[in-house]
C-alpha cells in the first residue's frame, strides 16, 4: 500500500509539475498573458463633433495612474479614454507626458464638463494640475490642439463605441 501510494504522489506531481514547467520555459499564450492590470486596452473607439478616435481605455487604477506617460507619439486619429466607476471632480496632470494634450472631462451622460486645451509636458517634479469644471465620468486625452479644431464647447456629447465599460445608451 505504502508503495501505491507514494507512486501516486509521484505521478500527481509529475502531472502538475509539466505543465508549470511548459509555462515557465514557453510561457502563457499571448491572449492569457494579457490580464486586466497589464495596461490599456486599444480595439475602442469614440466620437466627438463627428471625428472618431480609436481609444485606449484606462479602466483601473494602475493603466489610469500611467494614462499616456513616457509616449512619444500619439496618432493624430488616436486618444486614451479613462473610465472612472462613479462621477467626480477629475484632475489631471501631465508629470512624465512627452507630448502636449487636450484634457476633455465628460459627465456620466458623455456630455463635456470642461475642456484643458494644450496642456503642455511636464518633466520636473513639480507638475500643475488641470482639473475639471465639474463631475466627470470620462475623461479623454487627444493631441493638443484637437479640441480646438472640432471647435467642441460644454455640452457637446461623445458617442461611445461598443464596449467601453459603463457608456451611456444613446
Known amino acids: 500500500m505504502g508503495q501505491t501510494l507514494i507512486g501516486a504522489i509521484m505521478n500527481m506531481r509529475t502531472a502538475t509539475l509539466i505543465p508549470l514547467l511548459a509555462v515557465l520555459m ?3 499564450p499571448a491572449r492569457a498573458a494579457q ?27 494602475h493603466a489610469r495612474m500611467r494614462g499616456l506617460m513616457f509616449r512619444e507619439h500619439l496618432d493624430d486619429d488616436a486618444g486614451m479614454l479613462f473610465v472612472f466607476e462613479a462621477e467626480h471632480p477629475q484632475a489631471f496632470w501631465m508629470k512624465n507626458t512627452l507630448i502636449a494634450l487636450d484634457i476633455l472631462y465628460f459627465d456620466r451622460h458623455g456630455k ?6 494644450d496642456t ?3 518633466r520636473t517634479s513639480y507638475c500643475p494640475s488641470y482639473p475639471s469644471a465639474g463631475p466627470a ?12 479644431r472640432l471647435g467642441v464647447l460644454p455640452g457637446a456629447k ?12 444613446e
Open 26 to 28: 514557453f510561457g502563457l
Open 35 to 61: 490580464g486586466a492590470d497589464d495596461g490599456p486596452t486599444t480595439a475602442h473607439w469614440v466620437e466627438l463633433a463627428g471625428k472618431r478616435y480609436r481609444v485606449e481605455l484606462a479602466v483601473d487604477d
Open 112 to 117: 463635456l464638463v470642461s475642456v484643458a486645451a
Open 120 to 122: 503642455p509636458p511636464c
Open 137 to 148: 465620468r470620462y475623461v479623454l486625452e487627444l493631441n493638443a490642439g484637437h479640441a480646438a
Open 158 to 169: 461623445l458617442r461611445f463605441g461598443p464596449g467601453i465599460p459603463g457608456a451611456p445608451l
